[in-house]
């Protein structure tokens, strides 16, 4: 358990550090992630590890056309990674933290 803590506080401090101009976020992706990840995982016996930044209201439609377009052109995932069943947009909780999308 403490290896699993000591890599997201390891994964927390790589992000500070990389993407550290608050006026870029939320719009920022973490260069190298999965690399990243997969060896701390590996240190740590983890199992996943994500990156989901928080998001305004008033930022939603500006950074869902963000994330397809890092999904879809940056980083030229298959077609249809990173949407569910709901089609594309961002999940959420309401105030009772019951799943929706928004």
């Keep these: 358990l403490q290896r699993k ?4 506080i390891t994964m927390s401090s790589i ?3 990389l993407l550290a101009d608050p006026e870029e976020w939320p719009f920022v992706a973490v260069p190298g992630f999965e690399r990243i990840v997969n060896n701390l995982l590996a240190t740590s016996g983890g199992k996943d590890m994500a990156f989901a ?3 305004n ?5 500006k950074w869902e056309d963000f994330a397809y377009d890092y999904y879809e052109n940056v980083r030229e995932f298959p ?3 990173a949407v569910n069943s709901f089609g594309k947009g961002v999940w959420s909780t ?3 933290f019951t799943p929706s999308s928004i």
């Design 94 to 96: 309401d105030g009772n």
């Design 5 to 8: 803590r000591w890599s997201s």
């Design 15 to 17: 992000v500070a550090e």
């Design 53 to 55: 930044p928080f998001i």
């Design 57 to 61: 209201a008033d930022q939603l439609t």
């Design 79 to 81: 077609n249809g990674t």
